[in-house]
């Protein structure tokens, strides 16, 4: 039952406006700029957490 009112509605429960529109939308292009942003940010926060780490045991070899 629930599948026949899918299909019946198929065009209301297609992707978003983002996700099935044009590439070129600046929406589009905005929510790609954030996911670099985010994508930058994680990778920050594991190069510190990395360095953090590798100093901890350069200074436990040290002493």
Known sequence: ??????IALIDILSA???CYGDPDEPAVKAV??????????????????????YNLAKKSQES
Do not use: E, T
């Not at 790609?32 to 780490?53: K, R, T, Y």
């Open 16 to 18: 978003c406006a983002v």
């Open 1 to 6: 039952m629930i599948w026949i009112v899918m």
């Open 32 to 53: 790609q700029a954030g996911i670099w942003v985010l994508l930058g940010v994680i990778m920050f926060v594991l190069s510190s957490i990395g360095l953090f780490m």
